[in-house]
Antibody
């Protein structure tokens, strides 16, 4: 069974940096695109970034230039390096796998349980 | 990058059918088949119900179905059950090579 486990969330001051990680298991990690989706408390889902098996990356305009998405196929992990954090980046961050190995920016399954990032002074 | 438009809420009684919409543009929902629907219950991660407009993953009840007409996709839930009460989100690939989500629809089972 494919599983994802996020880590690295926490409280950070505005302008600060934080690195989220997502450990994958139960599938051939190197074959799948991975994605981060965030959800501000009580709000809807927002796509953040996607990385292909070959490490091509896509970003939402709201995070472009501030967030960097990377992957380590040897350790089956992805990381989201977040810098210049703002209050509006406060959210639960979910790691998700592409629903099929041959597709990117399509559907996501499974999802991790999320990690909370709070940007506040 | 604009969000897709979903009604904030819909409701129905047990056993009834409900349909919720997801309106985009000719640059996303109307152009690409990469339209998906997710169900999210409080405190849990989203779960995919429908992918590629009409396809249902293994294990998802056949009470859930998806369709599209023009720039609007729809999710229909038949034989409504109390456990269906949740938030529902649509998503679509866009011509900007990004992914857009709808604002979400809260389903209330009366």
């Amino acid at each position: 069974e494919a599983q994802l486990l996020e880590s690295g969330g926490g409280l950070v001051q505005p302008g600060g940096s934080l690195r989220l990680s997502c450990a994958a298991s139960g599938f051939t990690f190197s074959d799948f695109a991975m994605t981060w989706v965030r959800q501000a408390p009580g709000k809807g889902l927002e796509w953040v970034s996607t990385i292909t098996p070959g490490s091509n990356t896509y970003y939402a305009d709201s995070v472009k230039g501030r967030f960097t998405f990377s992957r380590d196929n040897s350790n089956s992990t992805v990381s989201l390096q977040m810098s210049s954090l703002r209050a509006e980046d406060t959210a639960f961050y979910y790691c998700a796998r592409s629903g099929r190995s041959t597709t990117t920016l399509n559907w996501f399954d499974p999802w991790g349980q999320g990690t909370l990032v709070t940007v506040s002074s | 990058q604009s969000a897709l438009t979903q009604p904030p809420s819909v409701s129905g009684s047990p056993g009834q059918s409900v349909t919720m919409s997801c309106t985009g543009t000719s640059n996303d929902v109307g152009r690409y088949s990469r339209v998906s629907w997710y169900q999210q219950s409080p405190g849990t991660a989203p779960k995919v119900l429908i992918y590629e407009v009409t396809k249902r993953p293994a294990g998802v009840s056949d009470r859930f179905s998806g369709s599209r007409s023009g720039n609007t996709a729809s999710l229909t839930i038949s034989g409504l059950q109390a456990e269906d009460e949740a938030d529902y989100y649509c998503s679509s690939y866009t011509s900007d090579s990004t992914l857009a989500f709808g604002g979400g629809t809260k389903l209330t089972v009366l």
